[in-house]
């Protein structure tokens, strides 16, 4: 891949891991959600990963409805490219995480390129009490979880809301596995460049967060994929900065955004996610890299663009 391209920062603004009980800034209702989104694409990010969570509890749904509710109000007040999950909520059924997408038509939406464990137990640890009863829940069931996503899965999502409706996918991959999973595809014909990779580290169940598991997953995808993809790099927690920081000097893209680590240093909760996005921000400045805007994200990912989504 041709190095020093202005850096993809995708923020992801609430994800489907982090509970009420972890943060007071994670954003929950359809209102919190859309102002974070906005303030992140005016702090840098050119592209918003979104989840959506029940307003009352905080819990993740898939609910189109509560989806429609800061879709609309995203697009009027940015020009940043909106992605949404088909990752959905841990223990969601396929046609609930896609339910959203479907209804959405999105520039882009995540992937997730192979069946794991996904551990989030642990941090069952970390906290004493909880604001609602099914958050303690929720992280005890994956010790005993399957995240589901065999081939006829992403088959699925690829044929139903990539060819049908022109969106395109953010790639997770959780190990080297998914990588040769997603060049499986790409033999089928069912993947086009140009592709986007999300290389994932520090999700028990999945890769490690250690820097040697990044540079030997970007060698491979390399030696896989040539010049037909983008990449880009997200590790969990403190992971966040440092991983970001090392794709973006190897010549990729990065990932921040509560749905990934709720800190914006040791010890010190992110406010938002635009103090994230303007912490790498800060970083990639001092390291002579440029933020790419959305219209050259589109660009570079070949996106349908804005006007041509469902919302």
Not at 17 to 37: F, G, R
Not at 188 to 204: D, E, R, V
Request: net charge negative.
């Amino acid at each position: 891949m041709a190095k020093n391209k202005n850096v993809i920062v995708t923020c992801a603004v609430t994800g489907g891991i982090h509970t009420p009980t972890m943060s007071p800034y994670l954003p929950v209702t359809p209102q919190q959600i859309a102002e974070q989104s906005i303030a992140a694409a005016e702090a840098g990010a050119s592209i918003i990963h979104l989840h959506a969570r029940d307003p009352e509890t905080g819990k993740p749904t898939p609910d189109p409805e509560v989806f429609m509710q800061f879709l609309p109000v995203i697009k009027q007040s940015s020009n940043a490219v909106v992605n949404i999950s088909t990752g959905g909520g841990l223990g969601m059924t396929l046609e609930q995480r896609l339910a959203a997408a479907m209804r959405a038509k999105p520039e882009m939406a995540s992937l997730n390129m192979g069946s794991m464990n996904f551990g989030i137990f642990p941090l069952l640890q970390k906290y004493d009490s909880w604001q609602h009863d099914w958050e303690p829940a929720f992280l005890e069931m994956t010790k005993d979880f399957i995240f589901r996503n065999t081939f006829k899965d992403i088959e699925y999502v690829l044929r139903h809301l990539g060819e049908e409706h022109g969106t395109k996918f953010e790639m997770e991959c959780y190990d080297l596995g998914h990588l040769y999973n997603v060049a499986h595809f790409v033999d089928a014909g069912l993947i086009k460049p140009p592709f986007f990779i999300q290389m994932i580290f520090g999700i028990l169940g999945g890769v490690g967060a250690d820097l040697d598991n990044l540079t030997h997953m970007h060698s491979v995808a390399n030696k896989l994929f040539g010049d037909d993809y983008e990449w880009s790099v997200l590790a969990a927690g403190r992971h966040q900065m440092p991983f970001g920081s090392t794709a973006a000097a190897l010549g990729g893209n990065l990932r921040v955004g509560l749905e990934d680590s709720l800190y914006i240093s040791r010890g010190e909760l992110a406010q938002s996610n635009a103090d994230q996005v303007r912490k790498i921000r800060r970083i990639l400045d001092d390291l002579s890299f440029t933020v790419a805007t959305p219209e050259e994200a589109r660009a570079r990912l070949a996106l349908k663009g804005g006007d041509m989504v469902g919302f």
